[in-house]
C-alpha cells in the first residue's frame, strides 16, 4: 500500500510541533518575535480603549472650576480592532510522496522543503507588514522603466526593499497607495511575475513587455497580487509620517488629538542616526513618555556603530528561550533605549516605542497551520497531489500611539 493522507498526516503532527513553526518565524525577524502576544482574538472585533485627555474643571476661580467641572469630562475613546488575512499554500506532487516510499527521511525532506517554504514566505509577510499599513505596498518605483520585449527592469526607490521581494511573486503597481490607477506595461498586461531580483542594485525583472504605451512611473507603488488593501494595520498605520486627519481609524476621529492618538513623528533627514535618536527621544520624552526601543533597518543600525565607536554598548534582547537578537543600549531621557536591527524595517524610517504599548492580537498563533477538520495535509480535489495550508488572522494594536515615534531618516 502506498503513502495515504492518514500516514502523512501523522508524520506532519510529529515533525512540525507549535514550538518549531514558532522558532521558524522569529528567528530573524526582531520586531515581530519581541512584540507582545495576544493569540486569543476571537469574536467580531477587540476594542482598545484610551484615555486622552482628562477634565478639565480646573480654574482659579472657584465658579469658573465648578462650570467647567460640569461641562468637560475624561476623554475616552477606543480603537475598535479589525482582523487582517493572509496564506500560504504548500504544494507537493503525490508522485514526488510515492517515489520516496520505504525512506521516511526521503519523504520528509520533500515534503519539509516545500513546507518550510511555505512558513517563511507567509512569515516575511507578516513580518514586514508590522512596520507598513493596510495599503499592503512593499516597495516603490524609481523610474519609468526602459522598454524592452519579454522582461522589463523596475528599479525601487529604496534599494533596501528589495528584500521584500522573491522570484515567482506576481507584482502589481498602482499609482498610489490607495485609489489612484492601475498600472500597465503594454497597454493590456497588468500582473507581472518576478522573474530576478537583484538585491545589492535594488532592482526587479518582471516577465512582460514594455513599451510606449506602458504607463509605469516615479513613485509608484508596488504589491504582491491580492494584497492591495488587505494588510494588517502596521506601525506605519498606527504612527503615520504625517498628521493624521479626521478619516476614521478603527473608528477613531485621531485628529481631536493627533499626538496622543496618532503618535509622534519626526522628519529628521540629512541628520547623523544618532542625532536623530536624541531628537526622536526628547520628543517622546516631552510629552511624558519614555521609550525603551528603536527597530532601525541594519543599514542605518552600522552607521550608528561607525558613530558611536569605543562607546558602543552591547545589548541582548530574548524573545524566548531560544530566540535572542543583539542590539545596541543608548540613554534616553526617561532611561535606557535599546536600538534594534531589522532587515523588515524600511531603510528611511526609525521606529520608536514603548514596547508594552503594543501587541500583536491573533486568532489563535500568528503564523499557523489551517486544520479546522482536524487534517493538516489535504487531498487537491483536481490534481495528483496534497497540500498544506498556513495562515493567520490577526493585527497589530496599540494602546497609547503617544508614546511611539515614526522618524524619517
Not at 81 to 100: G, Q, V, W
Not at 247 to 271: E, H, M, P, W
Not at 316 to 324: P, V
Request: a negative charge; proline letters at 4%; glycine letters at 10%.
Amino acid at each position: 500500500m502506498g503513502l495515504d493522507l492518514t500516514s502523512f498526516d501523522a508524520a506532519l503532527k510529529s515533525h512540525y510541533t507549535d514550538d518549531r513553526v514558532e522558532n521558524m518565524v522569529y528567528a530573524d525577524n526582531p520586531a515581530l518575535a519581541l512584540l507582545p502576544k495576544m493569540e486569543n482574538f476571537g469574536g467580531r472585533d477587540l476594542p482598545i480603549p484610551i484615555i486622552y485627555g482628562n477634565p478639565q474643571g480646573r480654574s482659579r476661580n472657584f465658579v469658573k472650576a465648578q462650570a467647567q467641572g460640569a461641562a468637560t469630562s475624561t476623554r475616552v475613546t477606543d480603537f475598535v480592532l479589525t482582523r487582517a488575512k493572509d496564506y500560504s499554500i504548500a504544494t507537493i506532487d503525490n508522485e514526488t510522496l510515492e517515489a520516496s516510499k520505504g525512506d521516511a527521511n526521503a519523504f520528509m525532506d520533500a515534503a519539509t522543503t516545500e513546507i518550510d517554504g511555505a512558513i517563511q514566505s507567509l512569515t516575511r509577510s507578516l513580518a514586514i507588514s508590522i512596520y507598513r499599513g493596510t495599503d499592503g505596498s512593499i516597495g516603490q518605483v524609481s523610474a519609468e522603466p526602459s522598454t524592452n520585449s519579454g522582461t522589463f527592469v523596475i528599479t525601487l526607490a529604496r534599494k533596501s526593499d528589495a528584500a521584500n521581494f522573491e522570484v515567482g511573486q506576481n507584482i502589481v503597481i498602482y499609482s498610489a497607495k490607495t485609489g489612484g490607477s492601475q498600472r500597465s506595461s503594454d497597454g493590456s498586461d497588468v500582473v507581472w511575475p518576478v522573474a530576478a531580483v537583484n538585491r545589492r542594485a535594488g532592482t526587479l525583472t518582471l516577465t512582460g513587455t514594455y513599451d510606449g504605451s506602458g504607463t509605469i512611473d516615479a513613485n509608484d507603488y508596488l504589491f504582491v497580487d491580492g494584497d492591495r488593501g488587505a494588510a494588517l494595520a502596521g506601525f506605519e498605520d498606527w504612527v503615520p509620517e504625517s498628521d493624521p486627519t479626521s478619516s476614521l481609524f478603527f473608528q477613531v476621529d485621531r485628529s481631536v488629538d493627533v499626538t496622543r492618538l496618532g503618535g509622534n513623528r519626526l522628519d529628521a533627514t540629512g541628520l547623523p542616526i544618532e542625532e536623530a535618536l536624541i531628537e526622536a527621544d526628547s520628543l517622546v520624552a516631552g510629552e511624558g513618555w519614555g521609550m525603551d526601543h528603536f527597530f532601525i533597518n541594519p543599514t542605518k543600525f552600522g552607521d550608528l556603530k561607525k558613530a558611536l565607536g569605543s562607546k558602543v554598548q552591547y545589548v541582548d534582547l530574548q524573545a524566548n528561550a531560544k530566540i535572542s537578537f543583539r542590539g545596541i543600549l543608548v540613554d534616553g531621557a526617561k532611561g535606557p533605549i535599546k536600538v534594534v536591527p531589522d532587515h523588515n524595517c524600511p531603510s528611511n524610517r526609525v521606529v520608536g516605542m514603548k514596547l508594552a504599548m503594543w501587541k500583536l492580537y491573533s486568532l489563535g498563533k500568528a503564523v499557523r497551520v489551517i486544520d479546522t477538520d482536524g487534517l493538516q495535509m489535504l487531498r487537491q480535489s483536481a490534481a495528483d497531489g496534497v497540500e498544506v495550508r498556513y495562515g493567520y488572522y490577526a493585527n497589530v494594536g496599540c494602546r497609547a500611539p503617544g508614546s511611539s515615534i515614526n522618524v524619517q531618516i
